[in-house]
């Protein structure tokens, strides 16, 4: 199902306004539930991808069974980009398709896993916070890249991990999922902690570094955009 999305009326037009409405927004963010266990309920993947030469976001969502990774249901959304291209500020350009593929779903998606961050951004609040805060569901951020902050010694094996470190702050952490490959960079989103969030990602990758849910997102938006041109 294909989703085509607007920007939403009152949607920020410039970085102040998109600023003041991250500084409304942040502290609402929940940071105090352990969230899903592994393995409780479905598992949802978000990703996003770009044609900017014709000014079109895709964005999918894919609802995994968390033991088989069978795919429950999937939806995407095409719209236009809702936003100029600032660091720090990503996720208004891509939050209405989003917003439009999750509500596109029938079933409950559980725990929303972005391909991007939550708590692990300069102003502690990037696409997972954004996320959960603006539809209460427990959400989180599995980055392939770092961002700014500084990471500790991570050992060569499968699970290790090494905090994300804003000065004396653990805002994420470095997590390897296969041993001898680069990391990803873990952060809380809203409504589960960093450990389970960590839990989650490595019982999403049992062959691949990237989780299963935004590895099967990330192919499906850009199946979307690439539809979209036609």
Excluded at 7 to 29: H, K, N, S, T, Y
Excluded at 145 to 174: H, I, K, Q, T
Excluded at 177 to 191: A, E, F, L, M, Q
């Amino acid at each position: 199902m294909v989703t085509i999305t607007g920007i939403p009326e009152g949607w920020p037009a410039d970085e102040a306004a998109a600023r003041a409405v991250q500084d409304a927004l942040r502290g609402r963010v929940v940071l105090d539930e352990p969230g899903p266990p592994p393995g409780a309920g479905p598992v949802t993947g978000i990703d996003v991808a770009y044609d900017d030469g014709r000014d079109v976001v895709a964005a999918a969502a894919v609802v995994l069974d968390p033991v088989t990774f069978a795919v429950i249901e999937q939806a995407t959304a095409v719209g236009r980009v809702a936003f100029p291209y600032v660091p720090g500020l990503l996720a208004f350009r891509e939050i209405p398709a989003v917003l439009g593929a999750l509500e596109a779903l029938r079933t409950d998606p559980g725990l929303v896993i972005c391909d991007g961050y939550g708590l692990a951004h300069p102003r502690r609040f990037g696409l997972a916070s954004h996320l959960g805060v603006l539809t209460g569901l427990p959400t989180m951020g599995v980055a392939k890249n770092p961002f700014v902050f500084a990471e500790g010694e991570l050992g060569a094996e499968r699970g290790s991990a090494a905090p994300l470190l804003d000065g004396p702050e653990e805002v994420g952490r470095a997590l390897r999922t296969r041993d001898g490959v680069k990391p990803v960079y873990v952060s809380v989103g809203h409504r589960v902690s960093l450990d389970t969030a960590c839990a989650h990602t490595l019982a999403l990758t049992p062959e691949f570094r990237q989780p299963e849910t935004t590895r099967r997102a990330d192919r499906l938006c850009r199946d979307a955009l690439a539809a979209a041109a036609h």
